[in-house]
């Protein structure tokens, strides 16, 4: 099979319509259909109704939230906060009256409007910066103060850190995580600013390069939670406007080797996947509950959507 014939065949699998997500993605972002087209509208308003999407949804419950309302967080990773991360990466909006319903629980329990955003974690700020932006909540005061906190709390060197340290780390990405999702009309001086610092600080360790080498980095999961991969740093840095930069090699040199012969990527691993030098540090109170949406090893339209649109941003820098 011609390597032009195998794309054609990726594609193809990526456009079934068993996961509109999927194919509403690839028309966007692989082949370049503007959001307003026929075929497109047609894809994104099957996410709610079949895949991925439908089947979170249906698990939701009256007042909005998966698990149990007592916490919006725990457990992990089937509580309301990690559902909704990964419908906010699936194309949903507060347009879905289940979307705008769960938006509310975060607004009533970690932004209530008279609480100033002062204190947290980049890993909670970061993730609910970008959530709430897909969602569509960019206008909302509260959710530009989340935007102002993760400046504000950026460290000297560009990176950022969950715990006590004078360094950032690679594997606190969230906050570049939410610059990306914003729309380049609405960056302040400010964000502007971090965000150039943010992806310096990432291009300047080649995307991994941080002590000595760390596994779960270089292997691909889904979802990311807030474990960090090369594959999630590829399509941050690219996205932000860095595909043509040489330092990005080697994790592309990788990505590159993960494909399989058919032209698709699967999920190596579902986190947790932490190895003991950073075990401590994430704190995992009682079992987390592994959630994905993919068997590892096997065939990932996830994995291949994103890897292929990292490939694309770098082939046309």
Not at 39 to 67: C, F, P, V
Not at 118 to 134: D, P, Q, S, Y
Not at 148 to 170: R, Y
């Amino acid at each position: 099979m011609s390597a032009s014939s195998s794309e054609g065949s990726v594609l193809s699998w990526l456009l079934e319509e068993d996961q509109p997500s999927v194919r509403y993605f690839t028309l966007v972002d692989l082949l370049g259909h503007p959001p307003s087209s026929g075929e497109t509208r047609s894809a994104y308003d099957q996410i709610s109704r079949r895949g991925w999407a439908k089947q979170i949804l249906d698990a939701q419950r009256k007042g909005g939230n998966w698990e149990s309302r007592k916490s919006i967080y725990r457990p992990k990773y089937t509580a309301t906060n990690w559902r909704m991360l990964v419908l906010s990466d699936l194309g949903l909006t507060k347009k879905n009256r289940r979307i705008e319903r769960a938006c509310e629980l975060f607004f009533a329990d970690w932004l209530k409007e008279e609480l100033p955003v002062t204190e947290g974690e980049i890993c909670i700020v970061g993730n609910l910066a970008r959530m709430l932006t897909r969602f569509g909540y960019i206008d909302d005061t509260r959710v530009k103060g989340l935007f102002n906190w993760i400046v504000k709390n950026q460290k000297d060197d560009g990176g950022w850190h969950c715990f006590k340290s004078k360094t950032g780390t690679l594997d606190c990405w969230e906050g570049l995580g939410a610059f990306a999702a914003l729309p380049r009309g609405l960056w302040t001086r400010s964000i502007k600013r971090s965000a150039e610092r943010g992806a310096e600080f990432y291009l300047e360790r080649h995307l991994m390069e941080e002590g000595p080498r760390y596994g779960p980095w270089l292997r691909l999961h889904y979802p990311n939670h807030y474990y960090y991969d090369i594959l999630l740093g590829l399509d941050i840095v690219t996205k932000l406007g860095y595909a043509d930069d040489k330092r990005l090699r080697p994790a592309l040199a990788i990505l590159e080797k993960k494909a399989r012969a058919d032209g698709t990527w699967a999920i190596d691993k579902v986190h947790p996947d932490v190895e003991s030098r950073y075990r401590p540090h994430y704190r995992l109170k009682g079992e987390p509950k592994a959630f994905a949406l993919e068997e590892p090893g096997e065939p990932s339209k996830w994995m291949t959507l994103k890897s292929l649109r990292v490939m694309k941003r770098v082939s046309e820098s």
